[in-house]
């Protein structure tokens, strides 16, 4: 462990320095320099970025103006800003999907309803509002399968009809 403290995350300081210079021999022949802005930040993962009167600026840089003020010429902190730390990104976990099974038996409906396999996929896209038909009905979620399954209903009155007799088709054949 060593005795280095860590950076303050999220902090931002801005000073205005004074600099004066010696002239001469005496503590009375000093010269005013100027006057500048210096800012020192630090992200939420620590990283230092400084400016100098609003210039992008080595952190090194900018701490040997503050440094230089200290010793000789005058520092005032204008402003110091916290941000809040960025909020922990949840990881996304997705819904399950209908599986093969489901899209086995979606595509026995559909087929027995007359309708060609390559309309299968156009038929989930159209109700879906996609313009492109889905690469596979196996991937469709809970909640698309069931807009899926409406508007086959709607353009087959009989598919729940048809669906009653897929099911017991093969409630007899396990």
Known sequence: MTNETPCPRNKSRTWKVDLYAG???????????????????????????????GEAETVEEAVSYLNRAKADGRVELLEETRTPEPEPTIPFTAEPTIGKARAARLHRIMGR??????????????????????????????????????????????ARTVAQGVSARSARAA
């Open 23 to 53: 002239w001469g021999d005496g503590p009375s022949a000093t010269v005013y320099l100027g006057s500048h802005t210096v800012t020192l930040s630090a992200d939420h993962e620590g990283t230092l970025s400084a400016q100098v009167d």
């Open 113 to 158: 309803l007359g309708l060609p396999s390559a309309q299968h996929y156009a038929i989930a896209a159209a109700a879906l509002g996609e313009w492109a038909p889905v690469p596979s009905l196996a991937d469709l979620y809970e909640r698309e399968a069931r807009v899926v399954w409406a508007h086959l209903c709607r353009l087959y009155p009989n």
